[in-house]
T-cell receptor, first 118, second 117 residues
């Protein structure tokens, strides 16, 4: 069965610290996609990244980086030199793509609430 | 701004009532998804439409229904409302969730906060 686990419920750091948010997923599909979304206090869900199961290259975008490891079914997200504006709930999500019936819908983890203090 | 619009932003109603939530996808997006976010259940997929047709169903109650119109906007109808239906309802859209194995990123609207009293 498909599942996304974000074991860290809440993390608190001081500005400029690096922080890693963990995401572990379960799926039987060989083709799948992984996503990270940010939900700031204002409530909207902001897309951060999409990665497919055949692309294990790590990605860096400014202060954000993602580490995808199929061997451990993990897709971790690191924020370098955190800032107060990074305070939000971060969701990891999975979408399975082997079969057409459930294709596209996102299975979300419970989210990790990140608080960055000045 | 994701380009996805949802109305209304807030909705307060009573148990037993029926409400309609509206969503307009980003220009060019054919797929619309509805999600429910509540404190106890987290973010849950409800239903997906692609170019006017239902494509996938998640944990959607029988009291809930949805449709996608020819202009691609979508409505989520919630009836016989219960206290437990209070939640944030998101609509999302993506370019194409067609028969290929590709899954595009979904862009979310600002949500409709439903409060059932």
């Amino acid at each position: 069965a498909q599942k996304v686990t974000q074991a860290q419920t809440e993390i608190s750091v001081v500005e400029k610290e690096d922080v890693t948010l963990d995401c572990v997923y379960e799926t039987r599909d060989t083709t799948y996609y992984l996503f990270w979304y940010k939900q700031p206090p204002s409530g909207e869900l902001v897309f951060l990244i999409r990665r497919n199961s055949f692309d294990e290259q790590n990605e860096i975008s400014g202060r954000y980086s993602w580490n995808f490891q199929k061997s451990t079914s993990s897709f971790n997200f690191t924020i370098t030199a955190s800032q107060v504006v990074d305070s939000a709930v971060y969701f990891c999500a999975l979408s399975e793509a082997d079969y057409g019936g459930s294709q596209g819908n996102l299975i979300f983890g419970k989210g990790t609430k990140l608080s960055v203090k000045p | 701004d994701s380009g996805v619009t949802q109305t209304p932003k807030h909705l307060i109603t009573a148990t037993g009532q029926r409400v309609t939530l509206r969503c307009s996808p980003r220009s060019g997006d054919l797929s619309v998804y509805w999600y429910q976010q509540s404190l106890d259940q987290g973010l849950q997929f409800l239903i997906q439409y692609y170019n006017g047709e239902e494509r996938a169903k998640g944990n959607i109650l029988e009291r809930f229904s949805a449709q996608q119109f020819p202009d691609l906007h979508s409505e989520l109808n919630l009836s016989s409302l219960e206290l437990g239906d209070s939640a944030l309802y998101f609509c999302a859209s993506s370019v194409d969730a067609s028969g290929s194995h590709r899954v595009d990123e979904q862009f979310f609207g600002p949500g409709t906060r439903l409060t059932v009293l």
